[in-house]
């Protein structure tokens, strides 16, 4: 049976981890390789990197990351951020990402998900949407949700789909930081409006909140970072309690 | 030494990181001689199977490597290459294994993405393996059941995980990715 997932999210800022900095039993919490690998060891099922580095010049140490990362890491990994053309997301690629992540670069210019697509396969081309409930509608917003656009989150998930998109990460903008559970309504919505695989992004806080989020869904996978790195919730010990919900759960 | 074979396949370096790891040496080669003299050959591979199919004949490589007699690993679309044919771009792949590839019906989520378990083990690539184990998928097309299926796995229907007929070895799913499951896997095809 296909098991649903669990994925920390790793922010990295200069080459650095930006959270993390109390993870229990690291050196260095700062490197994004030794955080990668205790969530390896914990039991992570994948990881994503989201480059937040904010000048141009600095994303080159990115690609050196992400080669160091393909070396050493054994599950597979996504790399998000700032990535607005096929040479960026090949670069990437080439240095040994198993997936991109798109956002804003993607509302600007939708057919940057064909061009992926089409290049390396939809396996690999993650769109993310971050989506906030704006008098009663699901709207799509840009620019790390600082941006609100006329995209309808339903109609826009259909469309990155159709440009050939083989994953959607949905962040809730109400949920994210409160820890107070996913947006199932929505992420729910999605996912059972298209035929590729979602992952839910945003107000996990207990382990009861991924049993909601994976019970009687269609959700395929849950993202959370700070629960994880603060060690709020072990992974395995979140594993171990969706086991015992029987939700199917890879040990 | 391993030989990774080079026909402009995606993400070809994971697999040469992974046997690093395990403290394997090997080159990313398109050339017949060094092909030839490896060891062990692996055809990985992540693209579509007509545009991969048609560079195997560019280089020449598909009569070429049915004749290879050392171990050869495919892994997911070098798997699906090696069956008798291919929906994904509707053409006639190597036939190393009496199997056809299709595409998932639209009964669940397609690509079948994540990690999956593995039933009806048989044969070398699964040896001091015997509990179900969890491996990574991520794929549209599957291999039918066949004679040569080596390992199950079940989504929308039962598929072939695996195959193994002679010399030939093919994983669906990606060692490379598989954590340590993965790794055992990959060390079982690397002492062969």
Same mark, same amino acid.
């Given at each position: &049976?296909?098991?649903?997932?669990?994925?920390?999210?790793?922010?990295?800022?200069?080459?650095?981890?930006?959270?993390?900095?109390?993870?229990?039993? $690291?050196?260095?919490? *700062?490197?994004?390789?030794?955080?990668?690998?205790?969530?390896?060891?914990?039991?992570?099922?994948?990881? !994503?990197?989201?480059?937040?580095?904010?000048? $141009?010049?600095?994303?080159?140490?990115?690609?050196?990351?992400?080669?160091? $990362?393909?070396?050493?890491?054994?599950?597979?990994? =996504?790399?998000?951020?700032?990535?607005?053309?096929?040479?960026?997301?090949?670069?990437?690629?080439? %240095?040994? %990402?198993?997936?991109?992540? !798109?956002?804003?670069?993607?509302?600007?210019?939708?057919?940057?998900?064909?061009?992926?697509?089409?290049?390396? *396969?939809?396996?690999? &081309? !993650?769109?993310?949407?971050?989506?906030?409930?704006?008098?009663?509608?699901?709207?799509?917003? &840009?620019?790390?949700?600082? #941006?609100?656009?006329?995209?309808?989150?339903?109609?826009?998930?259909?469309?990155?789909?159709?440009?050939?998109?083989?994953?959607?990460?949905? #962040?809730? &903008?109400?949920?994210?930081? =409160?820890?107070?559970?996913?947006?199932?309504?929505? #992420?729910?919505?999605?996912?059972?409006? $298209?035929?590729?695989? !979602?992952?839910?992004? *945003?107000?996990? *806080?207990?382990?009861?909140?991924?049993?909601?989020?994976?019970?009687? #869904?269609?959700?395929?996978?849950?993202?959370?970072?700070?629960?994880?790195?603060?060690?709020?919730?072990?992974?395995?010990?979140?594993?171990?309690?969706?086991?015992?919900?029987?939700?199917?759960?890879?040990? | 030494?391993?030989?990774?074979?080079?026909?402009?396949?995606?993400?070809?370096?994971?697999?040469?990181?992974?046997?690093?790891? +395990?403290?394997?040496?090997?080159?990313?080669?398109?050339?017949?001689?060094?092909?030839?003299?490896?060891?062990?050959?692996?055809?990985?591979?992540?693209?579509?199977?007509?545009?991969?199919?048609?560079?195997?004949?560019?280089?020449?490589?598909?009569?070429?490597?049915?004749?290879?007699?050392?171990?050869? +690993?495919?892994?997911?679309?070098?798997?699906?290459?090696?069956?008798?044919?291919?929906?994904?771009?509707?053409?006639?792949?190597?036939?190393?294994?009496?199997?056809?590839?299709?595409?998932?019906?639209?009964?669940?989520?397609?690509?079948?993405?994540?990690?999956?378990?593995?039933?009806?083990?048989?044969?070398?690539?699964?040896?001091?393996?015997?509990?179900?184990?969890?491996?990574?998928?991520?794929?549209?097309?599957?291999?039918?059941?066949?004679?040569?299926?080596? /390992?199950?796995?079940?989504?929308?229907?039962?598929?072939? /995980?695996?195959?193994?007929?002679?010399?030939?070895?093919?994983?669906?799913?990606?060692?490379?990715?598989?954590?340590?499951?993965?790794?055992?896997?990959?060390?079982?095809?690397?002492?062969?």
């Amino acid at each position: &049976m296909l098991k649903k997932r669990i994925i920390p999210c790793l922010d990295i800022m200069d080459g650095r981890t930006v959270k993390g900095i109390n993870f229990v039993g $690291i050196r260095d919490a *700062g490197d994004p390789i030794e955080l990668a690998k205790k969530y390896v060891e914990q039991g992570a099922d994948e990881l !994503v990197f989201l480059d937040i580095t904010a000048t $141009i010049e600095k994303r080159a140490t990115l690609i050196e990351l992400v080669k160091r $990362i393909a070396q050493e890491i054994n599950i597979p990994f =996504t790399v998000g951020g700032g990535i607005n053309s096929l040479e960026n997301a090949a670069r990437l690629i080439k %240095a040994g %990402a198993d997936k991109v992540s !798109v956002n804003s670069s993607a509302i600007n210019n939708p057919q940057l998900i064909k061009d992926i697509a089409d290049k390396f *396969g939809s396996q690999c &081309m !993650v769109v993310a949407i971050d989506t906030k409930l704006i008098e009663d509608e699901w709207m799509v917003f &840009m620019h790390g949700g600082r #941006t609100i656009t006329p995209l309808k989150t339903i109609e826009w998930v259909q469309e990155v789909e159709r440009l050939g998109a083989g994953e959607i990460l949905l #962040t809730s &903008m109400n949920n994210d930081g =409160t820890k107070s559970g996913f947006a199932l309504n929505i #992420t729910s919505k999605v996912s059972d409006s $298209i035929n590729i695989p !979602v992952i839910a992004s *945003g107000g996990a *806080g207990l382990k009861k909140h991924f049993v909601d989020l994976f019970k009687n #869904t269609t959700i395929s996978a849950g993202l959370a970072a700070s629960i994880f790195h603060y060690g709020e919730i072990p992974i395995p010990e979140l594993k171990q309690y969706l086991l015992e919900q029987n939700i199917p759960i890879r040990l | 030494m391993i030989a990774i074979i080079d026909y402009n396949a995606g993400n070809i370096s994971s697999v040469q990181n992974a046997l690093k790891r +395990l403290g394997y040496e090997s080159i990313i080669t398109r050339d017949k001689e060094q092909i030839l003299s490896a060891d062990k050959v692996i055809l990985p591979g992540v693209g579509e199977a007509s545009t991969a199919m048609s560079y195997l004949k560019e280089y020449e490589l598909d009569a070429f490597i049915k004749e290879l007699k050392q171990p050869f +690993l495919g892994i997911c679309l070098g798997m699906q290459l090696m069956c008798n044919s291919s929906e994904e771009g509707t053409v006639d792949c190597l036939g190393i294994f009496n199997s056809d590839v299709k595409l998932f019906p639209p009964k669940e989520k397609v690509p079948h993405i994540g990690w999956n378990s593995l039933s009806e083990l048989k044969g070398d690539l699964f040896n001091s393996m015997n509990a179900p184990k969890d491996v990574y998928f991520v794929h549209s097309f599957y291999a039918e059941l066949c004679e040569e299926t080596s /390992a199950n796995c079940d989504y929308i229907f039962p598929f072939s /995980a695996a195959l193994q007929k002679d010399n030939f070895y093919a994983t669906q799913f990606h060692p490379e990715k598989s954590a340590g499951v993965g790794e055992q896997i990959l060390k079982n095809f690397l002492v062969l």
